[in-house]
């Protein structure tokens, strides 16, 4: 089987297809998806996808881009952690792309994130996007490597995925290593060890080839795994049980069934 290491099954263009994107994964045969949580607000929901389905879990954290939104404190974090689905802290980190003044609030919910995850023993889902360097920084400073977690839809150089491999992270890829023009990353998901390698969707964005400009759902992360297998020259089977075993290692509270 395969498992979705990062997806959104609550925003509302997968959550009102709820039944028929269940339906789907199993047919392509991924056992498993991980609801990523964006926002606190939007957290009940995230974990009520993981209560009603026992091949969901969640996480819990507030995404870089979400300005103005509950801002949890550590003992929040905490809280909303101690519960059996949830088998991860984030999606959490930096993103200098959407907040080009690369505000100081953002490095403070960051290190929150990661003292939370260091604290409960539960992973960290990290999100870079043009801040690598703050982003590594900060996972050192804060010891996130304690953790341990996920650099997830990596887009980055060779370079960081070795700082973050070094840090004891994962590295995951989406569907954007399926595009053509993605030269640098094809490369890179070359290089990754294969027991560190994570599939993702990251749906409802960024769906892979062939079915690039939909909106994405788990069922299709078998089209990553595919890619990787093709640019690493190695049978798919190798790498769905790679990155499925990896997955149940980094997540462990996650219960594969
Ligand atoms: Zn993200
Ligand atoms: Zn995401």
């Not at 939104?69 to 974090?77: H, Q, S, Y």
């Amino acid at each position: 089987m395969f498992v979705d290491s990062h997806c959104h099954l609550d925003f509302p263009d997968l959550a009102e297809r709820e039944e028929t994107i269940l339906a789907a994964m199993a047919q392509n045969r991924v056992g498993h998806a991980l609801c990523v949580s964006v926002k606190m607000e939007d957290f009940p929901r995230v974990l009520a996808l993981a209560e009603r389905h026992p091949n969901l879990s969640a996480s819990v954290g507030v995404h870089p881009d979400n300005d103005g939104v509950e801002e949890p404190d550590e003992a929040r974090l905490l809280a909303l952690a101690d519960h059996p689905k949830v088998v991860a802290i984030g999606e959490t980190g930096l993103d200098y792309y959407w907040q080009k003044d690369a505000p100081e609030w953002q490095r403070e919910r960051f290190r929150t994130h990661i003292r939370a995850a260091c604290q409960c023993g539960k992973p960290l889902i990290v999100h870079t996007r043009s801040a690598a360097d703050d982003t590594l920084r900060l996972m050192r400073e804060e010891g996130a490597g304690e953790a341990g977690g996920v650099m997830h839809c990596f887009t980055e150089s060779r370079e960081v995925a070795e700082a973050a491999l070094d840090l004891g992270f994962y590295i995951s890829f989406s569907g954007i290593v399926t595009f053509k023009n993605a030269r640098e990353l094809k490369a890179v998901a070359q290089y990754v060890p294969l027991d560190r390698l994570l599939i993702e969707t990251d749906a409802p964005y960024l769906a892979p080839v062939p079915h690039r400009g939909k909106t994405n759902e788990p069922a299709w992360v078998v089209h990553v795994a595919e890619e990787i297998a093709r640019l690493r020259n190695e049978p798919l089977e190798r790498i769905e049980s790679a990155t499925t075993e990896n997955f149940f290692r980094l997540f462990r509270h996650a219960q594969a069934h």
